[in-house]
């Protein structure tokens, strides 16, 4: 039941930015974006996360986000497998829609699609080997905050959840904060 919830959630929010009667507004003239974000991901997959992406946008509420993101060890194996490891990396295809500007602080929902590839690999005797791969589609959905620094820096406070498809479908949460560069 949990996992159809953040699937409702996910879509809700992703029609909502693509349903709003703002989109026929002016086009922005700020060009691309470009961020990174550092945070955790909690429940399937566990620890540290990184992205780095560009966004563009196309009228003063609407984007589009475009994100390469890693993982490197997200799934803990526990003890008796100490040799093995794990490892993810993907690419997210979201919209972007800013709920609330002012000059200093924005709150935005963005939705999309992930591709998420998975690895699990041996040490055998300092020497990384393959063992098993899997692609994963999936839906991803959140929330998060913008500050505006400059110009041309803002912070930002991200939080996201994830659903991967396949034999056997992952959810999990991205809690991240990062920094946005108009260059």
């Known amino acids: 039941m949990k996992k159809v919830n953040a699937i409702g959630l996910i879509l809700g929010l992703f ?29 399937d997959f ?6 780095i992406g560009v966004e563009k946008a196309f009228t003063e509420k609407l984007s589009a986000q475009v994100f390469l993101d890693y993982y490197p060890n997200p799934v803990d194996l526990g003890d008796f497998y100490e040799d093995f490891s794990t490892s993810a990396y993907g690419i997210g295809v979201y919209g972007k ?3 609330f500007d002012n000059d200093k602080l924005g709150f935005y929902a963005r939705g999309g699609l992930h591709l998420t590839f998975l690895t699990m690999n041996y040490d055998w005797f300092g020497e990384e080997i393959e063992l098993a791969s899997e692609t ?3 839906l991803g959905g959140g929330a998060g905050f913008e ?37």
């Open 46 to 51: 566990e620890g540290l996360y990184l992205d």
């Open 15 to 43: 029609l909502f930015g693509f349903s709003s009667p703002d989109l026929s507004a002016q086009k922005t003239d700020s060009g691309f974006e470009y961020f990174a974000h550092l945070g955790l991901a909690f429940s």
């Open 136 to 138: 994963k589609l999936g």
């Open 97 to 99: 829609y800013n709920l």
């Open 147 to 183: 500050y505006t620094l400059s110009d041309n820096m803002k912070l930002l406070v991200d939080g996201t959840v994830r659903t991967l498809f396949g034999d056997e479908a992952l959810t999990f949460f991205v809690i991240s904060a990062g920094v946005k560069l108009s260059l």
